[in-house]
């Protein structure tokens, strides 16, 4: 039974293992930084808290939206929609390929997976540009996914993702600082504005399976010289079992 148990554990703790993630700290990530009053903006510039412009005529501003702009958006403090966090967002102006970066987010870690995931608004009152989200590395980019300006859902905050598949522990560019950029481009003539807010970066580690369940197994197996009347199941077969 101790067996049993045993290997039940270490089925358990695979199964937390192989959905292991862990959230990385992304400066400013919803922009509450500056804080201006509802309604308002910082003006146009070439950074804010956490962010800066890396190329492109437009420019980047913290704003504070009202109904105008998103449902329920108006008053002191209150909520941006979807899945924007808080009160206030990112605004960047989109001359072409105005890309804006969060430089040295963290180091890449080999045999770990990176997701981008971030809150893309539409507003009320303008038309939104194509965007690109990218995960770069002294500006090449790594990864990045490009969003449609028309698949942007109006009035609200839709999430959009890239991920960043594992590097081997071989590969150069393990150990060096990860951007995250975000870009803008016009859209059909119309769009030419972004909207951003709760930027999140999340990891997650990959274990080989069978050897890390095998291993716990074989701890728990009985000595030689136990003299249990119960006979144990073989170790291998009970843990698939139970897997
Ligand atoms: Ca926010
Ligand atoms: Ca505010
Ligand atoms: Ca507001």
Redesign the pocket.
Same mark, same amino acid.
Do not use: N, R, Y
């Given at each position: 039974m101790k067996l049993i148990r045993a290997c039940s554990f270490a089925a358990a703790l695979l199964v937390s293992t192989l959905s292991y993630a862990a959230s990385i700290t992304v400066p400013n990530f919803s922009f509450e930084d500056p804080d201006v009053v !509802?309604?308002s903006a910082t003006s146009f510039n070439t950074s804010i808290p956490g962010w800066t412009k890396y190329i492109g005529t437009g420019g980047l501003e913290v704003r !504070?939206?009202?109904n105008a702009q998103y449902p329920g958006?108006?008053?002191v403090n209150?909520s941006l929609p979807g899945t924007a966090d808080a009160?206030q967002s990112l605004f960047v102006g989109a001359g072409e390929g105005t890309t804006i970066t969060s430089n040295n987010v963290v180091n890449l870690e080999a045999n770990t997976r990176y997701l981008l995931t971030v809150a893309v608004g539409n507003p009320l009152d303008t038309e939104p540009a194509n965007v690109r989200l990218a995960l770069a590395m002294d500006n090449s980019i790594l990864a990045f996914t490009t969003i449609l300006a028309t698949s942007i859902p109006k009035g609200t905050f839709t999430d959009f993702s890239v991920a960043l598949d594992p590097f081997s522990p071989f590969d150069g560019k393990v150990g060096s600082p990860l951007d995250i950029q975000i870009t803008v481009s016009p859209a059909n003539g119309l769009g030419r504005l972004g909207d951003f807010d709760n930027v999140r970066l999340t990891t997650t580690v990959p274990e080989p399976a069978g050897g890390f369940v095998l291993t716990l197994c074989a701890a728990f197996e009985p000595p030689p010289s136990t003299t249990s009347a119960l006979p144990f199941p073989p170790p291998l077969l009970n843990c698939l079992h139970h897997g």
């Open positions: !509802d309604g !504070d939206p009202l958006a108006t008053g209150a009160a």
